[in-house]
């Protein structure tokens, strides 16, 4: 019998873009969490931390909430691009985001505030701006912790289900990602289906695993 | 001319004991050394020089530029300051090669000035040779040269080095301190060094400041204040004299002389400005000005018996340590003959006898 394929690509280019979204987000949030000064630091920590913790369809709900055509979030978005946000690909792209999020913060902040402060005297003594600290010295020095937390992300985000479900639903050909996929070929008793596409995500998933500890080096920066 | 008043209070914690800086440093050029035991807010006040660390009031002025000023609440960024900083682990930035860590200091010049500038810092400081190479592959001295070149790139107005030539061998220490001097020779750039290591304060240094607990005890030429520690406290920081507590017992301006009590003997001193009978003194004298002889008969005028405690060696003569806490320097040749003798004699030179 014919595989449709789609759900895995589907899953590939959501969890690429929200990975993407997801490494430059987390290292901005990250960055104020490790470097600055300000009141709510904690409260930040909390709340991107919180998906971490909280049930996949919890998190899905609040999103809803949230982006649903109904809210102001919704209504802008959908003013902007002429359609609703909820429902579609890009939704599993947010939720995917936000499921992931929490990883890189975390590891970035790690990473960042393990790096030798002097590193960072020695630039701003050498007249670089904060961005130029940031971009010239922060980053290449966190580079690698924070790529193997990304490509952790990127595998949370392949197989995200809850927030998924939730905000973008099981539309197949549209919004069924793989995760899902497996859920309804099980459903519907298509077992051939849902072995293939466990066999696929499983060596996927492996693969990640082996690329983020060759990337996540022992050595400590600084 | 560099200016620093500064006044930074730690609280003690809970695991730590309060501490407090206060100290004001002056220094018109050439090469400033702080010196001091660790934990006497030498580097503190680099910090607070080059902005790492907000002083709780005072002011920092470069030439007629405040850098920082507590009362109108001025407080540059470091980046602002132009003041290079050489750090005690170089902070080379290891994911650059050494070219490019220079380059870093040169940024704000336009590409070919820069490269230019950057060719000839490599050339000045002989690293040609390893341009291209990440810090982990470089020496020492190499590290160290490369991190000064990078900081006077960025055209500073002051050098700050802390502590430079910690973990280097005696032979890279040399170079170092040559290295240091070419550079106040040529760049014209005030240097303003940090170290516990009293030799190489006096190698480079033309003014010396002796810090102790977050205070100044003494400023002035190493020479001068070697010659001339100002208080006892400063003769124990330098850690290079024998101090003595003594008590005034005479003091006779006709001749010019005073007598001394220290313990049960009796020393004659200069002529003391400024003290009374009755007072307590410091009897401030090198071991190398101290004459050590094996004890025949009774002590004379200035003489003390002693019991030898141990001899040691040191590079120019043997040290003798004496029961009652005096060091005095013997020449190999004289000390070889009465090795097993544990009488002496050591005595005071009149002119030789600082009293604090």
């Known amino acids: ?222 | 001319m560099i200016l620093a008043r500064l006044k930074k209070r730690f609280p003690p914690g809970t695991d730590s004991a309060g501490f407090s800086l206060d100290v004001d440093v002056k220094t018109t050029g050439g090469i400033t050394v702080l010196f001091g035991p660790s934990g006497s807010g030498k580097t503190l006040t680099l910090d607070c020089i080059a902005g790492f660390v907000r002083p709780g009031e005072g002011r920092v002025m470069i030439g007629d530029d405040i850098l920082f000023d507590g009362a109108t609440n001025v407080h540059l960024a470091p980046r602002e300051r132009r003041c290079g900083y050489v750090f005690q682990n170089y902070a080379l930035f290891p994911h650059m090669t050494l070219r490019q860590n220079l380059e870093f200091a040169a940024a704000f010049r336009a590409k070919l000035d820069r490269h230019r500038r950057v060719s000839a810092m490599l050339e000045r400081f002989r690293l040609n040779d390893m341009a291209g190479l990440k810090p982990h592959e470089l020496s020492g001295g190499q590290k160290q040269r490369c991190s000064i070149a990078r900081a006077l790139l960025a055209e500073p107005r002051v050098l700050l080095l802390d502590e430079p030539a910690q973990g280097l061998d005696p032979a890279l220490r040399v170079e170092l301190h040559e290295v240091l001097r070419s550079v106040r020779a040529e760049f014209e750039t005030p240097i303003v060094m940090v170290t516990h290591d009293l030799a190489e304060a006096f190698a480079v240094a033309d003014e010396m400041l002796i810090y102790q607990n977050g205070t100044i005890l003494q400023q002035g030429s190493p020479a001068g204040i070697f010659e001339k520690p100002a208080t006892a406290a400063v003769a124990g920081v330098l850690g290079l004299y024998n101090l003595l507590e003594a008590e005034v017992v005479a003091l006779d301006p006709g001749r010019n002389t005073c007598d001394l009590r220290y313990q049960e003997f009796d020393l004659h001193g200069p002529y003391l400005k400024g003290k009374f009978k009755g007072d307590r003194v410091w009897i401030c004298v090198r071991p190398e000005e101290l004459r050590a002889t094996p004890r025949a008969g009774r002590p004379g005028m200035n003489q003390i018996p002693v019991q030898l405690h141990r001899a040691t060696q040191r590079p120019g003569a043997m040290r003798l340590e004496f029961e009652c806490g005096i060091q005095a320097d013997l020449s190999r040749a004289e000390y070889e003959p009465q090795r097993h003798n544990k009488d002496w004699t050591v005595e005071f030179p009149t002119a030789a006898m600082r009293v604090l």
């Not at chain 1, 895995?8 to 600055?36: E, K, N, Q």
């Not at chain 1, 939720?95 to 402060?117: G, Q, T, Y």
């Open chain 1, 1 to 222: 019998m014919a595989i449709d394929w789609f759900p895995l690509w589907l899953s590939l280019r959501v969890a690429i873009l929200s990975t993407a979204l997801a490494a430059v987000l987390g290292l901005w949030v990250a960055y104020w969490l490790a470097f600055r000064d300000f009141r709510g630091k904690e409260a930040l920590d909390a709340f991107v931390t919180l998906p971490l913790v909280l049930p996949p369809t919890v998190l899905g709900f609040y999103l809803l909430v949230v982006l649903g055509r109904n809210s102001p979030i919704g209504h802008f978005y959908e003013w902007i691009t002429g359609g609703p946000l909820v429902f579609t690909w890009q939704a599993a792209v947010v939720a995917a985001l936000f499921h992931s999020l929490p990883l890189l913060v975390k590891s970035a902040r790690a990473a960042l505030e393990n790096i030798n402060p002097t590193f960072v005297r020695a630039a701003r003594s050498l007249g670089a701006t904060e961005k130029r600290v940031f971009l010239r010295v922060l980053l290449p020095l966190a580079a690698r912790p924070v790529l193997a937390a990304s490509a952790i992300a990127f595998a949370r985000s392949l197989g995200d289900f809850g927030v998924t479900i939730m905000i973008a639903g099981n539309i197949p050909g549209r919004t069924q990602t793989i995760a899902v996929a497996i859920y309804d070929a099980v459903e519907s008793g298509n077992g051939a289906l849902a072995r293939a596409l466990v066999l696929v995500i499983s060596a996927v998933a492996l693969v990640i695993l082996w690329a983020a500890n060759r990337v996540a080096p022992p050595r400590t920066a600084g």
